[in-house]
């Protein structure tokens, strides 16, 4: 199984970043994609779960700005990120876990999102 995300880069407050991840090796349909991010200090977080069906979530503090995707096609979820603050930044990492447990088994390298002027 490989995730791999993209997307990452520099962003003036404000700005928009997409974030793309590429799944191989699982069945796309029978798992629940999330996106997490870890800043520099703190713990991993949660940031939003695509559920399918077009179902998902996300953590308060990104509620309205960040919306996530899937192409069942491409075997890829998307994060969609407008209206970044410097609170943002962080190391962004998709992770997939199958539809029977709570457990996310499988993780992406990480791609580094940063919010500055």
């Known amino acids: 199984v490989q995730l791999q995300a993209s997307g990452g880069g520099l962003v003036q407050p404000g700005g928009s970043l997409r974030l793309s991840c590429a799944v191989s090796?699982?069945?796309?349909?029978?798992?629940?994609m999330g996106w997490f991010r870890q800043s520099q200090g703190k713990e991993r977080e949660f940031v939003a779960n695509?559920?399918?069906?077009?179902?998902?979530g996300y953590r308060d503090s990104v509620k309205g700005r960040f919306t996530i995707s899937r192409d069942s096609a491409k075997n890829t979820v998307y994060l969609q990120m407008n209206g970044l603050l410097p609170e943002d930044t962080a190391v962004y990492y998709c992770?997939?876990?199958?539809?029977?447990?709570?457990?996310?088994?499988?993780w992406g390298q990480g791609t580094q999102v940063t919010v500055s002027s």
């Open positions: 992770a997939a876990r199958h539809i029977s447990t709570s457990d996310w088994g499988y």
């Open positions: 090796g699982l069945t796309f349909r029978t798992h629940i």
């Open positions: 695509d559920l399918g069906r077009g179902m998902s």
